[in-house]
């Protein structure tokens, strides 16, 4: 194998593939990328065995082949090369050099044989194109909540479906950890229809986050039983999907609260943020709203250190309500928020509480209270 | 000048210092300026644990006594007699045996010291509550305060409790005197065994320029070369060092190092150690390799150290579970959990979790279960948007906790627990 490209597009597309690579690995394999030449094209594609992201990017070749070196070092090299320098890259004797400007070196190669790749020969049964934006607005608002709890492994990504809703088509977005659900939803690009519910891992979610930060072109998504395909221009980024069966959570998202409290969004965040200065870090930094009339009071009770309160001026008409919340998961919320009010219902002091924009129902939040 | 008989323990007012006590004849006289406002204390057992075992047996009183060996081969510690012929504690044995062929070698009985520093401890306790206990055979006393309670000055009390420790223990003590920790353990050391030496807030800085810097507390090995690199042998020396200067070069321990050197020593004697961990553990009779054996006894366990939590007001996120095998094996697991708790089924659950990673078909002798990162309060009540039943069961528990106050923890068993009731009692 030998080609010569520009170091800036190889640091480019280096950069999206080399991240999914663990820094621990049980197999050497797969602490490398697969660097194949072809066609006056070269193609990187690294794996962690549960995802695989692939990318091509023209080069010219002078002899084709198949190698794989350490993703890590090898992008490491590279992103240190001069800006806009000439790369070449060969392999002689189980070596790849890097030859760049004055700069020399040589990475022990694994035979590309022993690549490992995810196989995709399946039935991707929906295709769909999805504007860049909206994925990423929908991975956005949900992505927060995702769980990290092994036991309870099927919420360790985001649930994904297709609902029908007078009429129209929603894409909806769903992750909860038990403490917290967040739920999103976008118009049904067409050719989405009938996605029965899948759950995209954590992993999979923050790479292609990752990916598709600034980008406003259409994306390719596959779907299979057990994989999804995202298609990104030259890049090609295929996940397992976690199986198992997300729990019903229309069930668990309350339709019956009618307490209603509207709060300014960034005083309220301030406030949360201030107050909870002096809760524990471990203590689940509990907060208390009590709520009489249109005056809302932040508490915070340290046993070991001290106390903080402080009032806001809220629209509320109901009488003295309290209720405590865990100030981390409400500030997540809170930080999903993009209108100048933040809405709240609450049902009882115990029972999980809604929260939303002002004039938007596309994302919803709900939030389990905190009891003592 | 005021002056205080050791043995007969008088304080007595004489304007010259007699050499011998004028009530009881005993030399062991004790005159300093301060002698009466000193608060601070420090004492030490003298040479311990040959002390207790020449106690043991009154054959050993006057041969050299050495107590160490086993796995490490090193001295632990080792008798006045021992220590003439040059052993000092960590000395590797065979070392301490060429210096001195006659020494009586004896492996530590951990078990009686600790008994013994139990009693002396228990000794202690009641002249103050600020007693803080630093090893098994040291601690510091703040008496502060105590003067109307006792009828007497804090020297007169430990020349007291000194002498009462002798009579019901059998093991001396010296003891140090002064203003402020750093000093009293100084002190304590200046004049051992049965050693009562006080340093004065007046010539503390003069009796601390002399001494070389890695008497100051905090200076080990690699910080004593550091500081002897830049100059500093003596504490005298970091006395004229501006305090600005040494911040500047040796960061926070610069700051404490200026403070140190000028007698300064804002630490306070605490009595409170502060709880880390809660755990419990059992050891059976025969092996158990069986998962749901293990799990009953893990339930009963997790009882055992949320009931103490509870009573404690503590919680904590840390659960860590302890096994021990037939061959001696030892495994700890740890999960962090999302909220600190003291319930008990959920210490069990994390538990069980754990174990259920463990059972493979090795017998073990022991498990254990403990809960760490600790903070005071009760906890959240957990709940779960997907599972009710956590809430539930957390409802169940407190109400479990109120029946049991009421009418002792017999009273409501869970019916996992019924089946072995009798046979928890190893």
């Known amino acids: 194998m030998k080609l010569i490209l520009e170091r800036n597009q190889l640091l480019k597309s280096l950069s999206h593939v080399h991240r999914i690579v663990e820094r621990r690995n049980t197999y050497p394999i797969l602490a490398n990328v697969l660097i194949r030449a072809f066609d006056n094209k070269v193609e990187l594609r690294a794996t962690d065995l549960d995802i695989e992201v692939s990318e091509q990017t023209a080069a010219s070749i002078s002899k084709e082949g198949t190698t794989t070196v350490p993703a890590h070092t090898f992008y490491e090299i590279i992103r240190k090369l001069f800006d806009g320098a000439e790369v070449e890259l060969e392999v002689e004797n189980e070596q790849m050099s890097i030859r760049s400007a004055r700069s020399n070196f040589h990475l022990s190669c694994l035979n590309a044989e022993g690549f490992p790749s995810l196989k995709a020969e399946e039935d991707f049964v929906n295709k769909f194109t999805i504007n860049a934006q909206d994925l990423s607005e929908l991975i956005e608002r949900t992505q927060f909540a995702i769980s990290t709890e092994e036991t309870r492994y099927y919420l360790n990504g985001i649930y994904m479906h297709t609902i029908e809703n007078e009429g129209k088509e929603f894409i909806r977005a769903v992750a909860t950890d038990g403490h917290r659900l967040a739920r999103a939803q976008i118009s049904a690009p067409s050719g989405s229809s009938n996605i029965e519910g899948i759950i995209i891992p954590r992993k999979t979610v923050s790479e292609l986050q990752k990916l598709l930060d600034g980008l406003e072109e259409e994306i390719n998504i596959e779907i299979s039983d057990s994989k999804v395909r995202f298609t990104i221009g030259s890049l090609i980024l295929l996940s397992k999907l976690i199986e198992g069966t997300f729990p019903d959570y229309e069930r668990v998202t309350p339709k019956d609260n009618d307490k209603k409290l509207v709060v300014n969004r960034s005083d309220f965040a301030s406030a949360v943020d201030r107050v909870s200065t002096i809760a524990s870090d471990k203590g689940g930094k509990a907060v208390k709203l009590i709520i009489n009339r249109d005056q809302l009071e932040l508490v915070v009770i340290n046993p070991d250190h001290g106390t903080a309160n402080e009032i806001l001026p809220v629209e509320f008409s109901e009488d003295k309500f309290e209720i405590g919340f865990n100030a981390r998961y409400l500030l997540d919320i809170v930080g999903q928020i993009r209108s100048d009010n933040i809405i709240f219902m609450f049902n009882d002091s115990g029972s999980p509480t809604l929260a939303r924009e002002e004039n938007n129902d596309e994302a919803l939040y709900v939030l389990m209270p905190m009891r003592v | 000048m005021q002056y205080l008989c050791r043995d007969c323990t008088k304080l007595l007012n004489i304007n010259q210092i007699p050499s011998r006590c004028g009530e009881c004849g005993s030399p062991r006289i004790l005159a300093h300026e301060e002698l009466e406002e000193l608060n601070i204390a420090h004492f030490d057992c003298d040479s311990f644990f040959a002390s207790v075992e020449k106690r043991d047996n009154k054959e050993l009183i006057d041969k050299p006594v050495i107590i160490g060996g086993g796995k490490r081969g090193v001295v632990a510690t080792c008798c006045y007699i021992a220590r003439q012929s040059g052993i000092h504690s960590a000395m590797p044995i065979m070392k301490a045996k060429k210096l001195c062929p006659n020494a009586v070698i004896i492996p530590p009985n951990m078990a009686k010291y600790k008994y013994v520093s139990k009693q002396i401890f228990a000794l202690m306790q009641p002249l103050t509550p600020l007693f803080e206990p630093l090893s098994i055979d040291e601690g510091f006393l703040d008496f502060s305060g105590t003067r109307k309670l006792h009828k007497a000055c804090a020297a007169q009390i430990l020349a007291k409790i000194a002498l009462k420790i002798e009579e019901q223990i059998g093991v001396s003590i010296s003891v140090g005197l002064s203003h402020n920790k750093f000093l009293a353990k100084l002190a304590s050391d200046l004049d051992k065994p049965r050693g009562f030496s006080i340093i004065g807030k007046k010539e503390a800085k003069q009796f601390l320029a002399p001494l070389p810097i890695s008497q100051i507390y905090g200076v080990g090995k690699k910080f004593a070369a550091k500081l002897k690199k830049d100059g500093f042998i003596n504490i005298g020396q970091l006395q004229k060092y501006p305090k600005s200067e040494l911040i500047k070069n040796y960061g926070e321990l610069g700051a404490t190092l200026a403070d140190l050197a000028r007698a300064k020593d804002r630490r306070r004697v605490k009595s409170e150690r502060k709880v880390k961990s809660v755990s419990t553990e059992i050891t059976f009779s025969t092996d158990i390799a069986d998962f749901s054996t293990l799990s009953t ?34 495994r700890t697991r740890a999960k962090h959990i999302s909220f600190p708790t003291h319930f008990a089924h959920i210490i069990y659950e994390i538990g ?6 463990e059972v493979d078909g090795t017998n073990f002798r022991l498990i254990g279960i403990g809960v760490s990162s600790l903070l005071s309060g009760i906890g959240e009540i957990p709940s779960d948007l997907l599972e009710p039943k956590i809430y539930k069961k957390a409802k169940i528990e407190r109400a479990m906790d ?22 928890l009692d190893i």
């Not at chain 2, 997790?302 to 037939?326: N, P």
């Not at chain 2, 109120?402 to 046979?423: M, N, S, T, V």
């Open chain 2, 297 to 330: 006894i893990l339930l009963e366990l997790a009882e055992r150290v949320s009931f103490r939590l509870k009573q404690k007001r503590l919680i904590g996120d840390i659960i860590t579970l302890k096994l021990k095998s037939a061959n001696f094996e030892l």
């Open chain 2, 402 to 423: 109120i029946l049991h106050e009421k009418f002792g923890k017999k009273a409501l068993i869970r019916g996992k627990l019924y089946q072995i009731e009798d046979k």
């Open chain 2, 352 to 357: 069980e979790q754990l174990l259920a990673k």
